[in-house]
């Protein structure tokens, strides 16, 4: 019952794989049993994995105990030496145990040399470089036989390395007759054709008595004549050369000598193969044994080395590159005894490894790489940014990779400012929008004033990338650049880059400026934009100026369009008469009266648009005319209150009556002097409200503003002496006649005159209008130097007022501040006073 127990064990072992919870002190599971492996060995192959979260491959050897008493012995011994004999050319051993019906054995992962039938020439030399190595060390180092040597015994990892296994019939060489390789040869398969001549005839004197090495120096011939030929049938095929290549077939003569006194060791032929010119003789085994011998080379060595490492990386097979040289350097860069060379061929090996490869043997490397402070190292990895950025995932480029690359960008080294700005096109794809905008572009922006104009220049070029990457030119998965960040940071960054001193730097913010015309505001560019371009048009470099000219042109198609998307006018709709409400106004009514606005509009500027035309006159036209209107209208007001009471004017020595309101009281008049009836003889005034007199005849040229040559004439300008101490304005105005609350409906004559002339004096003057005037019904606000002249001498006040009658009526009406004196000729239009209002 119990051999039944133990027969189905081992059965569901081998298949079923129930071994991981069933074996003790094992901890790997048995996976599915390699069918093409049964037969070469006492062993059963099975995949498997060890019993963790990592779930680590390993390779299962199984033994069944069933088979006999001498099968179990060399099956002991086997897991007996892969126990005790560590070398990097031996199968690295990982766990192993025995139970009453099997014996279970878990090495790293690896296949048989007799399945591996893409053996490339150069991992063919390196394998039996390192199988030789490794018999040396066994036979000489540890004074034993290994004695079995097969392609079956030979095992490949996935590099492409040879590793040495098959330990059943390993023993010491000299002993007491117990040794494995004396009793147990027969139960190896095949072994018969492999037998060496002393095996044969059991000279163990012989053996014991041979240099170390000798009767694995014959194995190691049988080994090579089945690698170049397919197989070993008999040992009869050892004569012939068959398709081992002629550099090799010396040495294969010298190891298949039948005496075993002249038979050359596995250390021998390492040492006679390795000579320039022979079969071992290769760059690709060179290289292989530096890199695993690298911790005790000297430095001079390594820079040689690692100078050559790119153009040899290339030659190499894609396995053993990816699983053998890239372990190498990733442990070289590790212990920091890389440099920027090593990064290289890092990364010219991951280009041929897939994401998930990728992510397992080179992102680690990356991130820590990016923490070191060798520059040189720091800057060849910015330079080769774009071969491994793009397959590292965006999580860990935006949390592990970034923090560190933008430290490039403060770096005191320009090189490394400059390639950290060139390759922020290569990490951007990989960040957030946050932290593109957040981050990225503002120390961009930074950039835009860095003392070096190479690095000014290149960040124009990267923000003008990066802002049109919404347009095909960088694919930004997160967004891209948002319109604050654009307005915010950018725009003044590239409006200060105008004014740069560099002429490049100029000519890459105007084709920034120009690419991005799209993203910028249109009140920004009329306000901001297209008056810092203008001056570039004229330019001295002559690319600046051909920019400048692209970027206004851009410019302005955008305002362009921008306009015919605005409404004709923001002037609001006229109210209809007699609706409070705003909403009540008809339709009809606001169209009429935004019709009405717009063709206002296009007709003053339609006016000004002739050759010497001012934008601003139609405006400031407006504006007089409507100051004319609300003045003649006050005259005739006031002429019309007079008429109604002609004792006022007749007798002027009368006191004002006491209801009579002040001249100030009255809208429009701020001179008591220019009212009808306030003087005797009055010369004509203005209705305009200004204070300012003249003379009635006019002599002195006053630059045609009405003015004296000081500016300001013999007064002060208002209408104040600047000789009397006493203010003028402070004395109590002349009263006027009560002025009615309506004007009536016919004006008088003089309100007519006055309207239409508005310098004019009236025909119909008052009886005691031609008395001269004294001089105390000019002093309230009349101008000094018209009253002086109605109190000449020669009595010819009459005469004097006519004359300045005349005049003022032949000068043409002033606006603004020339209106603010009656006399000068105007010798230019009145462009600061329209400008004024």
Same mark, same amino acid.
């Given at each position: 019952?119990?051999?039944?127990?133990?027969?189905?064990?081992?059965?569901?072992?081998? &298949?079923?794989?129930?071994?991981?919870?069933?074996?003790?002190?094992?901890?790997?599971?048995?996976?599915?049993?390699?069918?093409?492996?049964?037969?070469? *060995?006492?062993?059963?192959?099975?995949?498997?994995?060890?019993?963790?979260?990592?779930?680590?491959?390993?390779?299962?050897?199984?033994?069944?105990?069933?088979?006999?008493?001498?099968?179990?012995?060399?099956?002991?011994?086997?897991?007996?030496?892969?126990?005790?004999?560590?070398?990097?050319?031996?199968?690295?051993?990982?766990?192993?145990?025995? +139970?009453?019906?099997?014996?279970?054995?878990?090495?790293?992962?690896?296949?048989?040399?007799?399945?591996?039938?893409?053996?490339?020439?150069?991992?063919?030399?390196?394998?039996?470089?390192?199988?030789?190595? +490794?018999?040396?060390?066994?036979?000489?180092?540890?004074?034993?036989?290994?004695?079995?040597?097969?392609?079956? *015994?030979?095992?490949?990892?996935?590099?492409?390395?040879?590793?040495?296994?098959?330990?059943?019939?390993?023993?010491?060489?000299?002993?007491?007759?117990?040794?494995?390789?004396?009793?147990?040869?027969?139960?190896? !398969?095949?072994?018969? /054709?492999?037998?060496?001549?002393?095996?044969?005839?059991?000279?163990?004197?012989?053996?014991?008595?041979?240099?170390?090495?000798?009767? =694995?120096?014959?194995?190691?011939?049988?080994?090579?004549?089945?690698?170049?030929?397919?197989?070993?049938?008999?040992?009869?095929?050892?004569? +012939?050369?068959?398709?081992?290549?002629?550099?090799?077939?010396?040495?294969?003569?010298?190891?298949?000598?039948?005496?075993?006194?002249?038979?050359?060791?596995?250390?021998?032929?390492?040492?006679?193969?390795?000579?320039?010119?022979?079969?071992?003789?290769?760059?690709?085994?060179?290289?292989?044994?530096?890199?695993?011998?690298? #911790?005790?080379?000297?430095?001079?060595?390594?820079?040689?080395?690692?100078?050559?490492?790119?153009?040899?990386?290339?030659?190499?097979?894609?396995?053993?590159?990816?699983?053998?040289?890239?372990?190498?350097?990733?442990?070289?860069?590790?212990?920091?005894?890389?440099?920027?060379?090593?990064?290289?061929?890092?990364?010219?090996?991951?280009?041929?490894?897939?994401?998930? =490869?990728?992510?397992?043997?080179?992102?680690?490397?990356?991130?820590?790489?990016?923490?070191?402070?060798?520059?040189?190292?720091?800057?060849?990895?910015?330079?080769?940014?774009?071969?491994?950025?793009?397959?590292?995932?965006?999580?860990? &480029?935006?949390?592990?990779?970034?923090?560190?690359?933008?430290?490039?960008?403060?770096?005191?080294?320009?090189?490394?400012?400059?390639?950290?700005?060139?390759?922020?096109?290569? &990490?951007?794809?990989?960040?957030?929008?946050?932290?593109?905008?957040?981050?990225?572009?503002?120390?961009?922006?930074?950039?835009?004033?860095?003392?070096?104009?190479?690095?000014?220049?290149?960040?124009?070029?990267?923000?003008?990338?990066?802002?049109?990457?919404?347009?095909?030119?960088? =694919?930004?998965?997160?967004?891209? &650049?948002?319109?604050?960040?654009?307005?915010?940071?950018?725009?003044?960054?590239?409006?200060?880059?105008?004014? =740069?001193?560099?002429?490049?730097?100029?000519?890459?913010?105007?084709?920034?400026? *120009?690419?991005?015309?799209?993203?910028?505001?249109?009140?920004?560019?009329?306000?901001?934009?297209?008056?810092?371009?203008?001056?570039?048009?004229?330019?001295?470099?002559?690319?600046?100026?051909?920019?400048?000219?692209?970027?206004?042109? /851009?410019?302005?198609?955008?305002?362009?369009?921008?306009?015919?998307?605005?409404?004709?006018?923001?002037?609001?709709?006229?109210?209809?008469?007699?609706?409070?409400?705003?909403?009540?106004?008809?339709?009809?009514?606001?169209?009429?009266?935004?019709?009405?606005?717009?063709?206002?509009?296009?007709?003053?500027?339609?006016?000004?648009?002739?050759?010497?035309?001012?934008?601003?006159?139609?405006?400031?036209?407006?504006?007089?005319?409507?100051?004319?209107?609300?003045?003649?209208?006050?005259?005739?007001?006031? /002429?019309?209150?007079?008429?109604?009471?002609?004792?006022?004017?007749?007798?002027?020595?009368?006191?004002?009556?006491?209801?009579?309101?002040?001249?100030?009281?009255?809208?429009?008049?701020?001179?008591?002097?220019?009212?009808?009836?306030?003087?005797?003889?009055?010369?004509?005034?203005?209705?305009?409200?200004?204070?300012?007199?003249?003379?009635?005849?006019?002599?002195?040229?006053?630059?045609?503003?009405?003015?004296?040559?000081?500016?300001?004439?013999?007064?002060?300008?208002?209408?104040?002496?600047?000789?009397?101490?006493?203010?003028?304005?402070?004395?109590?105005?002349?009263?006027?006649?009560?002025?009615?609350?309506?004007?009536?409906?016919?004006?008088?004559?003089?309100?007519?005159?006055?309207?239409?002339?508005?310098? #004019?004096?009236?025909?119909?003057?008052?009886?005691?209008?031609?008395? !001269?005037?004294?001089?105390?019904?000019?002093?309230?606000?009349?101008?000094?130097?018209?009253?002086?002249?109605?109190?000449?001498?020669?009595?010819?006040?009459?005469?004097?007022?006519?004359?300045?009658?005349?005049? #003022?009526?032949?000068?043409?009406?002033?606006?603004?501040?020339?209106?603010?004196?009656?006399?000068?000729?105007?010798?230019?239009?009145?462009?600061?006073?329209?400008?004024?209002?």
């Amino acid at each position: 019952m119990s051999g039944l127990s133990s027969y189905l064990f081992s059965t569901l072992s081998k &298949v079923g794989g129930i071994g991981g919870g069933g074996i003790p002190d094992f901890h790997y599971t048995v996976g599915e049993r390699i069918d093409a492996y049964s037969g070469q *060995s006492i062993w059963q192959m099975h995949q498997g994995q060890k019993n963790d979260s990592a779930k680590q491959e390993a390779t299962i050897f199984v033994f069944d105990k069933t088979r006999g008493g001498s099968f179990t012995a060399v099956a002991q011994n086997a897991l007996k030496r892969m126990r005790t004999l560590r070398h990097p050319g031996i199968v690295r051993y990982l766990d192993g145990a025995e +139970t009453p019906d099997a014996i279970y054995m878990a090495t790293e992962p690896v296949t048989p040399l007799c399945l591996d039938t893409d053996a490339d020439d150069e991992l063919r030399r390196w394998g039996l470089y390192k199988i030789a190595e +490794t018999l040396k060390f066994i036979t000489e180092d540890c004074k034993m036989v290994h004695a079995n040597l097969s392609t079956a *015994s030979v095992y490949v990892t996935k590099a492409g390395e040879w590793r040495l296994g098959g330990l059943e019939l390993v023993d010491s060489l000299s002993g007491d007759g117990h040794q494995a390789y004396r009793h147990y040869t027969s139960v190896i !398969p095949g072994y018969a /054709a492999r037998m060496s001549p002393e095996f044969e005839t059991q000279k163990w004197d012989a053996v014991e008595a041979a240099k170390p090495g000798a009767v =694995d120096g014959w194995s190691l011939a049988c080994l090579i004549y089945e690698l170049f030929n397919d197989g070993l049938k008999s040992a009869a095929q050892l004569g +012939t050369q068959g398709k081992i290549p002629q550099s090799l077939w010396p040495l294969f003569q010298r190891l298949h000598q039948s005496d075993i006194r002249r038979r050359m060791t596995p250390g021998d032929f390492l040492q006679t193969a390795s000579r320039p010119g022979a079969y071992l003789d290769s760059e690709f085994v060179h290289a292989s044994l530096f890199l695993e011998n690298i #911790a005790v080379k000297e430095q001079d060595e390594k820079s040689e080395f690692f100078s050559g490492l790119h153009s040899l990386i290339g030659g190499f097979p894609h396995t053993f590159a990816k699983y053998k040289i890239l372990p190498e350097l990733l442990k070289i860069m590790e212990f920091g005894g890389g440099d920027a060379k090593v990064l290289s061929g890092i990364i010219h090996i991951g280009k041929e490894l897939d994401e998930a =490869d990728y992510a397992e043997l080179i992102v680690p490397a990356i991130v820590q790489l990016f923490g070191s402070n060798d520059r040189a190292l720091r800057f060849s990895l910015l330079e080769h940014m774009d071969s491994f950025i793009p397959s590292v995932p965006s999580s860990v &480029v935006g949390k592990q990779v970034f923090p560190n690359f933008s430290t490039g960008y403060l770096d005191a080294a320009p090189a490394i400012r400059e390639a950290t700005v060139k390759a922020s096109l290569v &990490v951007a794809p990989k960040l957030s929008s946050k932290t593109l905008n957040n981050d990225m572009i503002r120390q961009l922006v930074r950039l835009v004033g860095d003392p070096e104009p190479g690095i000014r220049t290149n960040t124009l070029i990267c923000i003008g990338k990066l802002c049109t990457a919404k347009e095909g030119v960088l =694919d930004l998965d997160c967004g891209g &650049v948002n319109e604050n960040s654009h307005r915010y940071i950018i725009c003044p960054a590239i409006l200060h880059a105008l004014r =740069d001193s560099f002429p490049p730097v100029r000519s890459a913010a105007l084709a920034v400026a *120009s690419a991005c015309a799209s993203r910028w505001d249109p009140a920004e560019i009329a306000r901001r934009v297209m008056p810092t371009l203008s001056p570039l048009l004229i330019d001295g470099e002559k690319p600046v100026r051909v920019a400048a000219l692209r970027a206004l042109q /851009a410019m302005i198609s955008r305002v362009e369009a921008h306009s015919q998307s605005m409404p004709a006018t923001v002037a609001p709709p006229p109210r209809v008469q007699g609706d409070a409400s705003p909403g009540a106004a008809s339709a009809a009514a606001a169209a009429a009266g935004r019709a009405q606005a717009a063709d206002m509009a296009a007709a003053s500027m339609a006016a000004a648009s002739g050759w010497g035309g001012w934008a601003v006159s139609s405006l400031s036209s407006t504006l007089s005319g409507a100051i004319s209107l609300a003045a003649s209208s006050t005259s005739s007001t006031i /002429a019309a209150a007079a008429s109604q009471s002609p004792s006022a004017a007749s007798d002027p020595g009368q006191p004002p009556k006491p209801q009579s309101p002040s001249v100030a009281n009255v809208p429009g008049i701020s001179n008591p002097a220019s009212l009808p009836g306030s003087s005797h003889g009055s010369a004509v005034r203005s209705t305009q409200p200004a204070p300012v007199g003249a003379k009635a005849e006019q002599t002195k040229d006053t630059g045609g503003w009405g003015f004296d040559d000081d500016g300001w004439g013999g007064d002060d300008g208002w209408g104040i002496d600047d000789d009397n101490d006493e203010d003028s304005w402070s004395k109590e105005p002349a009263t006027v006649p009560k002025v009615p609350a309506k004007p009536p409906s016919q004006p008088s004559p003089s309100a007519n005159a006055r309207q239409s002339g508005g310098m #004019a004096m009236s025909s119909a003057q008052s009886p005691g209008s031609s008395r !001269p005037a004294t001089s105390s019904s000019l002093t309230r606000g009349a101008p000094k130097a018209a009253a002086t002249k109605m109190l000449s001498p020669s009595g010819k006040g009459a005469t004097s007022a006519a004359t300045a009658s005349a005049t #003022a009526t032949a000068v043409p009406r002033r606006k603004g501040l020339g209106a603010m004196k009656l006399g000068g000729a105007a010798k230019k239009p009145a462009i600061l006073d329209e400008e004024f209002f």
